[in-house]
Nanobody, 128 residues
Framework: QVQLVESGGGLVQAGGSLRLSCAASGGTFSKYAMAWFRQAPGKEREFVAAISWSGGSTDYEDSVKGRFTIARDSASNTVYLQMNSLKPEDTALYYC?????????????????????WGQGTQVTVSS
C-alpha cells in the first residue's frame, strides 16, 4: 500500500496563493501517475489536475487552467499543486491520488476510478 500525505492547505483571501504538496511513500511500485481531486460540501468530487510519472504530461480541469500548476520534484516522489488567483469557489477538501502505470510514462487520467491510492485530504478555504 502506497501512503500519500498532503500538506499546504489553509485559509487564504481571494486572489491569494497556496502550494499543496503530496508526498508518496511505501508500496512496491515507484512509477505512478499522480493527480489532485477536490470535493466541496454538497458537491461531488471533481478532478483538478494530473501529471504523469515522467512529468512529461499534464492535464487540468477547465476552471483552474491558467491559475493552477501541477509539478513533480526531481525524485518523482512528491507532487505539487501551485494555486494562484484563488477564488471562493476553489474552497474544498483537496485529495492527492496515485495510479500505478509503470509502462506508460506519459499516462494521465481525470477519472477517479483509474487511481489506486488516495490521501486523506487537505482543506483549502478561500475567503471573499
Amino acid at each position: 500500500q502506497v501512503q500519500l500525505v498532503e500538506s499546504g492547505g489553509g485559509l487564504v483571501q481571494a486572489g491569494g496563493s497556496l502550494r499543496l504538496s503530496c508526498a508518496a511513500s511505501g508500496g512496491t511500485f515507484s512509477k505512478y501517475a499522480m493527480a489532485w481531486f477536490r470535493q466541496a460540501p454538497g458537491k461531488e468530487r471533481e478532478f483538478v489536475a494530473a501529471i504523469s510519472w515522467s512529468g512529461g504530461s499534464t492535464d487540468y480541469e477547465d476552471s483552474v487552467k491558467g491559475r493552477f500548476t501541477i509539478a513533480r520534484d526531481s525524485a518523482s516522489n512528491t507532487v505539487y499543486l501551485q494555486m494562484n488567483s484563488l477564488k471562493p469557489e476553489d474552497t474544498a477538501l483537496y485529495y492527492c491520488a496515485a495510479a500505478i502505470r509503470e509502462y506508460y510514462s506519459d499516462y494521465t487520467s481525470s477519472f477517479d476510478d483509474d487511481y489506486d491510492y488516495w490521501g486523506q485530504g487537505t482543506q483549502v478555504t478561500v475567503s471573499s
